[in-house]
Nanobody, 123 residues
Framework: QVQLVESGGGLVQAGGSLKLSCAAS????????MGWYRQAPGKQRELVAT???????NYADSVKGRFTISRDNAKNTVYLQMNSLKPEDTAVYYC?????????????????WGQGTQVTVSS
């Protein structure tokens, strides 16, 4: 099994910056894509950014040019640098990953989620 632990959320004024981190641990043979999603109150969870094991990135249009996703493969950690934050960025941010892991003697690829970290941007 794989556990994801996020950190770095908090309260910031509009125009400010935050950096989120998400570390994966547990039985991990390999990690494929890693990503960040967010869910605002009353809204569906939406994609923020993803990064492949090779470093290719993809961003939601709403965060392009402001957010940067990166990863440290040696540490099984993904980061999200968020600049020029806006009140509409307020949400719970979740990281996820597709990882090759094991349950007993069986290997499988599963999608795992972190518990979420709150980001609040005040106007």
């Amino acid at each position: 099994q794989v556990q994801l632990v996020e950190s770095g959320g908090g309260l910031v004024q509009a125009g400010g910056s935050l950096k989120l981190s998400c570390a994966a641990s547990g039985i991990i043979f390999s990690i494929n894509a890693m990503g960040w999603y967010r869910q605002a109150p009353g809204k569906q969870r939406e994609l923020v950014a993803t990064i492949t094991s090779g470093g290719s990135t993809n961003y939601a249009d709403s965060v392009k040019g402001r957010f940067t996703i990166s990863r440290d493969n040696a540490k099984n950690t993904v980061y999200l640098q968020m600049n020029s934050l806006k009140p509409e960025d307020t949400a719970v941010y979740y990281c996820n990953t597709d990882a090759l892991t094991a349950y007993g003697s069986s290997r499988y690829t599963g999608r795992f989620w972190g518990q979420g970290t709150q980001v609040t941007v005040s106007s």
